[in-house]
């Protein structure tokens, strides 16, 4: 019987986003509200898919970002709220989407969109938000910002098809599956904290720093929920632990434990990730292994590195509320390991 990996690391005795959630919290009330008003549809089917995975609890960090961003500046208009509001749907889209491709049952605890209204919807819907995001962003009227977050979308379906190919492939290399989250989960990161110094007529430098401290912030953000999958719960998880196991993603611990391994360890694998032989017995003795061979540590580690470059980004900057608030993000991602 494997091993369960304990995951410990150093904690700061704040860990936390109440700053970011305090300072944006006038303006994401305007975010819910448009969000509401840009998910409804005479299409019946449309905002209750929509509203399904809207109102499944999550903490919308990504719409915050941009909140933030542009707040540090000194900005004082509306823009902001509807590139917020466009950041959450291209999220929310591509929670959809991965579903679907992921054959996921579970989101945040709850079923997901795919498994009560069917893959077809699903995707539709994703699509449809897609668009309303699209149209928000001409709305702003800012080239740069839609060119920012069209990148993005763009990058992010890369980084998913990206995904398709490393799916089940071993040989999968650290380089190349970092190079898979970075299209895939940070460049939406990226994006969100970006477009604030944009609408709030920041500097390059502004906006190099805050791309940067979005990529690294959501590079970290990917390699601590890498880690969590094989050293959590369900409850706080927000889907079922092992998911990434059992449906053969190559992800960093599996990486790392595999380059490591031994030849009947890489049999192992073989079997669990590329034949599908990932029953229970099989994850507890996967979390063995990355107990063996440090690979959770590991990754949190590369986490910490990470959140480390996305401070050191923001540390040109003056000092404001906002980017302690966003320093405090950092933390408070990696914190989730603990």
């Known amino acids: ?6 995951i410990e ?58 909140l933030a961003a542009a707040q540090m500046f000194g900005y004082n208009g509306d823009a902001h709220v509807k590139l917020a509001t466009s950041v959450e749907f291209m999220h929310t889209a591509t ?4 579903d679907v491709v992921d054959e996921s049952d579970l989101r945040r605890g709850k ?3 795919r498994m009560i209204w069917g893959n077809q919807a699903s995707v539709l819907v994703g699509d449809f938000l ?9 709305d702003v009227g800012s080239l740069d910002a839609l060119d920012i977050l069209s990148a993005a979308a763009s990058v992010i379906a890369e980084g998913e098809v990206m995904q398709l190919g490393a799916a089940k492939n071993l040989e999968t290399t650290e380089e190349n599956y970092l190079s898979v989250i970075g ?22 430098d502004d906006r190099t720093a805050l791309r940067s401290y979005g990529m690294n912030l959501g590079l970290a953000f990917q390699l601590i929920d890498d880690a969590l999958d094989y050293g959590s719960d369900s409850e706080s998880l927000g889907k079922n632990v092992g998911d990434d196991f059992r449906e053969g ?18 049999a192992f694998w073989k079997r669990s990730i590329e034949h599908g032989s990932s029953d229970d017995v099989s994850l507890e003795k996967a979390r063995g292994l990355m107990a063996k061979h440090g690979s959770i540590d590991d990754t949190i580690a590369r986490a910490r ?25 950092i933390d408070f991602c990696i914190s989730r390991v603990n």
């Not at 929670?95 to 991965?98: K, R, S, Y």
């Not at 299209?183 to 390059?204: H, M, R, Y």
């Not at 990486?255 to 360890?265: A, F, N, V």
């Not at 590195?305 to 993000?329: N, S």
């Open 9 to 66: 690391g150093d904690r700061r005795e704040v860990a936390s986003i109440e700053a970011i959630i305090s300072l944006t919290a006038q303006d994401m009330g305007r975010v819910n509200e448009l969000i509401l008003a840009r998910a409804g549809s005479d299409v019946e089917m449309i905002p209750e898919v929509a509203n399904h995975l809207i109102s499944s609890g999550g903490k919308r960090l990504r719409p915050m970002l941009t």
């Open 305 to 329: 590195h990470f959140g480390e470059l996305a401070r050191d980004a923001l540390k040109p900057l003056a000092e404001t509320p906002q980017k302690q608030a966003l320093l405090d993000v």
């Open 249 to 266: 993603k190559v992800t960093l611990p599996v990486i790392l434990s595999y380059g490591r391994g031994s030849d009947e360890e890489r």
């Open 95 to 98: 929670l959809l989407h991965d």
């Open 1 to 6: 019987m494997g091993a369960v990996v304990k």
């Open 183 to 204: 299209a895939k989960t940070a460049a939406l990161f990226s994006a969100a904290a970006e477009v604030g110094p944009i609408v709030a007529g920041g500097s390059s």
């Open 111 to 113: 079923r997901t969109a």
């Open 130 to 138: 897609l668009g309303q995001a699209f149209r928000m962003m001409v």
